[in-house]
């Protein structure tokens, strides 16, 4: 079992940066593969960023450029920084981990461990 928690989120106009980070906790980090998803009210969950347990990753259109993610193993911590956010970067951003680690998926399906989320807020 993996428990995730998120932390980071808040309210930033348009244009600013804030920096997500997810704690996780019970089994070795490393032997995971991590992401970030998001949901918006009304919306169905959305991938936005993995990576390998080595660190390889990979983004959606909509994020890269704008959003990095890293994880730093010796701390069992992932992290999304995201920069130049847009009103529609709005949602809940959830954390997850997938025993796969070598993988690179954007499908919530391949994932198997979820966080409670984090909420992120984009002012116009």
């Known amino acids: 079992q993996v428990q995730l928690v998120e932390s980071g989120g808040g309210l930033v106009q348009a244009g600013g940066s804030l920096r997500l980070s997810c704690a996780a906790s019970?089994?070795?980090?490393?032997?995971?593969?991590m992401a970030w998803f998001r949901q918006a009210p009304g919306k169905e969950r959305e991938f936005v960023a993995a990576?390998?347990?080595?660190?390889?990753?990979t983004y959606a259109d909509s994020v890269e450029g704008r959003f990095t993610i890293s994880r730093d193993n010796a701390k069992n911590t992932v992290y999304l920084q995201m920069n130049s956010l847009k009103p529609e970067d709005t949602a809940h951003y959830y954390c997850?981990?997938?025993?796969?680690?070598?993988?690179?998926?954007?499908?919530?399906?391949?994932?198997?461990?979820w966080g409670q989320g984090t909420q992120v807020t984009v002012s116009s």
């Open positions: 990576i390998r347990w080595s660190g390889g990753s």
């Open positions: 997850a981990a997938s025993r796969l680690s070598s993988g690179l998926y954007s499908a919530p399906a391949k994932y198997d461990y």
């Open positions: 019970g089994r070795t980090f490393s032997n995971y593969a």
